[in-house]
């Protein structure tokens, strides 16, 4: 059974969605948020869930931590984005994170370009409005600037969690 609202899988015996709260009134009904690509008409199924983050928040955390919330936020980012992408076969947030310690940073700039790609194509897939900005990502990772591309990576990923 899934949310009317937002295509949630409730649990049996639930009385509200545990995602957004809308009451279940007796059942759920089957999933309703298929979404179909623009270009090829096909459906592609319901969109999974993907947690909003407040940036404010995130950012603070990862300051006020010395930068200890920032390795879950990277790993949480890029499991999400795999998931949206559809693309669970390429490295997981905490394989990226090795990765990136292992090259002493080399690894999360091709990172920052790869974000912008999968956020782009899961767009494309979902009918949401995202930018290609992996040019972006990158020039502000090499400048040192990778909060504020984690930031508006993460205000992409929270396109999906609103809509």
């Known amino acids: 059974m ?3 609202n937002c295509g949630y899988q ?17 059942g759920a009904a089957p999933v309703q948020n298929n979404y179909s690509q623009p270009n090829t008409g096909q459906t592609v199924g319901p969109r999974p869930t993907i947690q909003k983050r407040d940036l404010v ?5 990862s300051i006020v931590t010395c930068g200890l919330y920032s390795i879950y936020w ?3 980012m890029t499991d999400e984005t795999n998931l949206l992408s559809e693309r669970e ?4 947030g905490a394989m990226s994170f090795v990765y990136s310690l ?10 920052y370009y790869k ?14 409005q995202i930018s290609d900005n992996s040019i972006l990502y990158l020039v502000l990772g090499v400048f040192g600037l990778g909060i504020v591309s984690y930031a508006l990576i993460q205000s992409d990923l929270n396109r999906f969690a609103t809509q």
């Open 57 to 61: 928040i995130t950012i603070i955390l």
């Open 102 to 111: 292992v090259t002493c940073g080399i690894y999360s700039f091709y990172w």
């Open 115 to 128: 974000m912008g790609k999968k956020l782009e194509e899961a767009g494309q897939r979902y009918g949401v």
């Open 2 to 4: 899934y949310c009317k």
């Open 89 to 92: 076969k390429t490295a997981g």
């Open 10 to 26: 409730i649990p049996e015996g639930a009385n509200n969605c545990p995602n957004c709260g809308t009451p279940v009134n007796g």
């Open 74 to 76: 990277f790993v949480v």
